[in-house]
Structures are given as C-alpha cells and as structure tokens.
C-alpha cells in the first residue's frame, strides 16, 4: 500500500458574493498517494481550479474556505498560520500554472525567479552552489545552453519553453506534491506532448505525486493513474484511469467521453451532453446533473446522491449507475 | 466536381519596418537597409468543392487564420489568385466585393468578442439581412431571424436579449445564425469550438453538420484539433510556415500520412486510449519564427529524417497518390 501523501477530507470552499453564495468546492474529499499522478477534469466551471488553489490555501476574498481538512504528510494545512503556509508552499507543495505568459515575472531574468526558491527553501546553499542548481534545474527540463538561457527575461522566450521554466521553478526545492493547473492548455500539440512527457518523466524521477487539473479527458487517460471527474463542484466519479475511460458508470462522465471525436474511431455524429452547466447561483435541487442527464428519473431531481462504491476504489455519486461502461 | 474556392499560389506578408526611416539599422558601426517581413502565407494553393468541407490544421502561427482572412479578403491578398465560383476575386474593390460578402461568410472564433455588445441580437441578425437586400423589409428579416435562431437552438423570446446575457455556447450558435441570415454558399469557420467546453464543442460541431446537410454549404473550416478535423471535414491541407505541406482527402491523411510533419502532429495527439504519447517518439524543437525562415524546407531542423537537400532546396508539390499532394523531399 502506497504512502498517501495528501488527504483531503470535506472540502468546502464558498465564495461569498453581492449576488450569492457560490459553492465553488463542495464536500470534496480524496488522496493522493506518493508517486502518483491524480487527475482531476470537468468543464469550466466545475471547481477543478479552485480544488487545487485550496489545497495551498491560495484562496482569496470574497472566497472562503469553510470547513474541511488538508492533511499533508500528517499535517493538518488548515491549522497552519499564513507564515507557516508560506514555508510549505514552493517548498513542500508547489504550483504551476495555467498561462505560462503571465505567472513569470516579466522584470526579472529567469535565472533569478529559480535562485529566489532556492533562496527562501533551501537557505544553506552558497551561492555558486545555487546557480549550479538552477542550471541543472533547466537542463532538466530540456532547456538548452542553460548557462546562457538563465540571463534571459521571460519575453525572449517561447509559450512552450516558458512553460519549462515554470516547470523548473516548480521543482526548484525538490517538492513532494505539484499542483499542475491546465500546465498545457495554452500550448501547441507537438509541444503539449513534450511537456506532458516531460512532466511524466519528472514525477518517475523525483517520485514526487502530481495533480494534473485539466479540461482534456484525452490528457488525462494519456499520463494519469486515477480520474476525479468534477461537476459543479463535487466529484461525481472517482477512479483508477482505466476504470473512468472504459467502464465509466456516471452519466455525465459518460456524456464527456462521447462528446470527444475520437481519432481511432469514425464517428457519425458527436452524442453530446445536452444544455450546459447550470448557474452556480441556482443550481438545481437534487442532483446537479440531473436537469441535463438524459437517463433523469423522479428522484434525480429530489435527493442528492451520495458517493457509493461500484468497484475497487471506483465510487461513483449517481441514483442510476450505468452498467458496463463502453458500449 | 465542381469547386466553389479556387486558390492559387496565395501569398500574404506583412512588413514589420514600416517607411523608408524604419528600415534604416544601425549595425556594426554601419548604417544598413534592413527589411524584416512575416511571410504568414507563403504560396499556398487549394480548391474546396461544392457540398464539402476542406480543413486547414497547424499549430499557431501557421498561417491558418491568416489564409481565411485573405481568400475573404479582409487582408488584401499580396500575391496569387482566389476564385470563387468560377469568378477571379482577387482584384475587386470594396464595392465590387459587396456582392460576393452576401455569398461567403466567416464564423469567428472568439464568440466573446465577435459580437457587438450594444446590439440586441436580433438587431444582430437582422441588420446584414437588411444590408444586402435578403429581406425586403424589417418585420419581413424578423421573421426570418427568428427562424433562423430557431435553428440554431435560441429561442423567439431571447432574441431580445444582449449578447453578455448569453454563454459562450449560445454565443457562438448567435455568431453561426448571423452568418446564415444573407444565405450563403460558403463559410469560413475559423477554429468556431476551440474557445468551448467539449459537450459545448460538440453540440456546436454537430449543428454545423446539420446545417450543411440542410442547406449544402461548403465550408472552409480552420481548426488546430485534429480529431475535431478529422470528424467533420472531407478534404484538409496541413500547414506548417504559412506553406501547406500535405493535402488531401480526409481517408488518405490520416490513413497515409506521409510528410513527417504530419507524422509527428498525429503521434501528438493525446487519445482516450492512452497509449499514444507512451508509444510515439514526438517531435522536438518549435517552430521556427516566420521572420527568419530556414533556408530549404522550412520543416528541416525539426524532422527526423532531414537530409542534405533538404537544408539548401524547398522541395516542390508531389502528387504521390490520386489527390494526394506532399511537399517534402523523401517522395
């Protein structure tokens, strides 16, 4: 049995607005076990990002979050002060992000945005031994000539290879947990191949565990060991990856998979999810899914369904679980 | 068969160094006379049949979106020839374009800011209807704007609504009904999903689908996903540089892909299976600036199998199968 590194029991993070309370993570709880790559999807809107954020505790005004419990390594993340937060985020935990254009600092060299991780976490290096870090950092990520790559600023660098620089910053302290939120959405195909490779390769490595938040169910089935599918902020099917794709039994998850044209196979035409997501600040009574499933019955739109067991370690949170996945 | 888009050796530049004085550099010691130019479109010719869907698919900055917007000539094209039904469009001023706006229309990809913000949406779709004299007067265009909605999946009573009051995906259905309103033979969709959900993407791919069967449109459809291209188009060219280094029937691509561009785009692509990106060697390096071309084939410094030749020649079109035409030095 793997080492369980996070556990995250009845997450609850609300934002609080003029117009309404939005549940945007609502009574979420999973594990992520050292080694592993978990990855979380759903559409727009489902609260795969704000999952990830609270996990770090990065949630902002007017977001809150309410009640559960990050345990990381045997901490509890939530009892923590925002000082000693600090000393876990980048070091412990770290985040990439979704658009490499925006989250490196454009006035400084990216030489200098490694040595600064370096610089709060690992205070007993000298500095030569930093800058021969940060090289080692970016020959890691397949960045070459790095000497002279370090003296760059971000602009004189392209989406895919800022992008590795992130990854690199990231990995700068040697953490055990990288929350990686949509790291190849804003890039290329042949490029989102070599950084998801790439990313694969690191977590072998550095036997660190990864939590891939992504739109892309294809992507996902590519580089990860388990799926949770998101909507509306809850996780309506848990599971290993194998299980999700090919024998899914919720019904929103099978509507994603049909939804996508599948390159093997000839399609005649897309069965796609009908409607769209609900509005966060009036969702439907009942389960959230219900007003767009097409298997509905009365008591979809009473009672909110539990998550239930279907398999080992595959839950589901459906009245109706479909049998046999892939027709 | 008879084709509705004729393109022939398309060109479109853009030149960085605007005047006489923007020229001018100063380089070791030395004044010179210094032109950079994007070559976006470089040369490029295909047809799209009538009743079918051509797809142009490539990385960003290709040349794909630039390539729509000349043959509709939003950018005035800087070398070659389109026809459209028969007739050279190349040269036609604003005006004499007129007529052929009401035969050819485009679908935006960003269905955010496609749409004016201070209209109401059957404004939206009344007003090009008006314009090239569709419907001979206004209750007439309302008419047929709300059936035409209607077919798009928006109802009579939210054509009174703004376009902030919708979601992207009713949006981008408001953006399709408007390029429908003058009844046109040909549309240019322009990556129209890529700024969607995917239930969203295919709830939109399969009205597109319906749409043309209703009608028989042709469509010149831009997209960067191949599954998306491949589900719904008949004939694709690849792009790569602004030039399009393979083309052909949907079948003989994807079942023959011979450029090895094109090779290491489908070993790219994640699949639901999962076994893809474990299995393929992918490709390395980026592409290249369009400023600074590479001499010969513009593919050389990233392919597996580059040669000599194909550092000092671009190689020229080869039809290796029928209607299968490949750009590289290896056929």
């Known amino acids: 049995m793997a080492k369980k590194i996070l556990e995250v029991r009845n997450l609850r993070t609300y934002f609080h607005t003029f117009k309404g309370t939005v549940k945007a993570v609502d009574d979420v709880s999973f594990d992520i076990n050292e080694g592993e790559i978990l990855g979380v999807v759903g559409e727009s809107g489902g609260g795969k990002s704000v999952t990830g954020f609270s996990v770090i505790r990065l949630i902002e005004e007017p977001g809150k979050i309410e009640t559960g419990e990050i345990i990381y390594n045997g901490e509890n993340l939530m009892k923590k002060s925002e000082n000693q937060m600090n000393k876990v985020r980048g070091k412990d935990i770290s985040m990439i992000f979704q658009d490499p254009m925006t989250s490196l600092n454009p006035v400084y060299t990216i030489g200098k945005q490694i040595e600064e991780v370096l610089l709060l976490h690992e205070k007993d290096l000298t ?95 590519e580089i990860a060991d388990r799926i949770n599918v998101m909507y509306c902020g809850k996780i309506i099917e848990t599971g290993n990856t194998k299980d999700i794709i090919k024998e899914y039994k919720h019904p929103y998850t099978e509507g994603l998979i049909n939804s996508i044209p599948d390159l093997d196979k000839d399609k005649k035409k897309l069965e796609s999810i009908s409607g769209i997501v609900p509005n966060m600040f009036d969702l439907p009574e009942g389960c959230n899914f219900s007003p767009r499933c097409r298997y509905c019955k009365q008591i979809c739109k009473e009672e909110e369904p539990e998550l239930q067991q279907v398999g080992q370690s595959h839950y589901i949170a459906c009245h109706f679980p479909l049998k046999g996945g892939e027709k | ?23 001018i550099k100063f380089k070791n010691g030395k004044f010179v006379k210094e032109e950079r ?81 201070k209209q109401k949406v059957l404004n939206i779709i009344t007003e090009p209807m008006l314009f090239h004299g569709v419907a001979a007067s206004k209750s007439e265009a309302k008419e047929k704007a709300l059936d035409i909605l209607g077919k798009v999946g928006i109802r009579p009573e939210q054509a009174t609504r703004y376009p902030h009051q919708f979601s992207g995906g009713q949006r981008q259905r408001i953006g399709i009904a408007r390029a429908l309103a003058v009844e046109p033979e040909f549309i240019i969709a322009d990556e129209p999903v890529s700024a969607l959900d995917v239930s969203i993407q295919a709830q939109i791919l399969n009205l597109l689908m319906d749409l043309k069967k209703e009608y028989n449109f042709s469509y010149l459809f ?71 071309l590479p001499s010969g084939c513009y593919f050389h410094d990233r392919c597996p199998y580059a040669k000599q030749i194909c550092m000092e020649k671009m190689p020229t079109e080869r039809e290796v199968e029928n209607g299968h035409f490949v750009l590289c030095h290896l056929y």
């Open chain 2, 1 to 23: 068969m008879n084709t509705i888009l004729k393109v022939k050796n398309l060109e479109q530049r853009f030149e960085l160094d605007k005047g006489i004085l923007g020229k």
């Open chain 2, 37 to 117: 130019i994007v070559r976006a479109v470089n040369d490029i010719s295909f047809s799209v049949d009538k009743g079918k869907v051509f797809s142009l698919v490539g990385e960003s900055g290709c040349g794909k979106s630039t390539t729509a917007r000349t043959i509709i000539k939003l950018i005035e094209p800087k070398g070659g020839t389109v026809e459209f039904a028969g007739e050279n469009i190349t040269d036609l001023t604003r005006t004499e374009m007129l007529k052929y706006r009401k035969r050819m229309q485009m679908i935006f990809q960003d269905p955010y800011a496609s749409l004016n913000s």
């Open chain 2, 222 to 292: 831009i997209a960067h996903d191949l599954s998306v291209v491949k589900h719904i188009s008949d004939d694709l060219g690849v792009m790569y540089l602004g030039k399009i280094v393979e083309k052909g029937s949907k079948v003989n691509i994807f079942d023959n892909p011979l450029h090895p561009y094109t090779k290491a785009l489908f070993s790219s692509v994640p699949k639901l299976s999962g076994t893809n990106l474990k299995n393929s060697k992918g490709i390395r390096g980026e592409i290249p600036s369009s400023i600074n």
């Open chain 1, 127 to 221: 500095k030569s031994q930093r800058k021969q870090k940060c090289i080692e950092l970016l020959k890691s990520v397949g960045i070459s000539n790095p000497e002279s790559r370090m003296k760059s600023y971000p602009h004189q660098f392209s989406g895919g290879m800022r992008q590795r620089v992130v990854i690199a910053t990231a990995l700068a302290a040697s953490p055990k947990l990288i929350i990686a939120d949509e790291p190849t959405t804003a890039l290329d195909v042949t490029i989102q191949a070599q950084i998801l490779k790439l990313m694969q390769n690191l977590v072998e490595e550095h036997g660190c565990a990864l939590m891939l938040i992504t739109h892309d169910l294809a992507v996902i089935s």
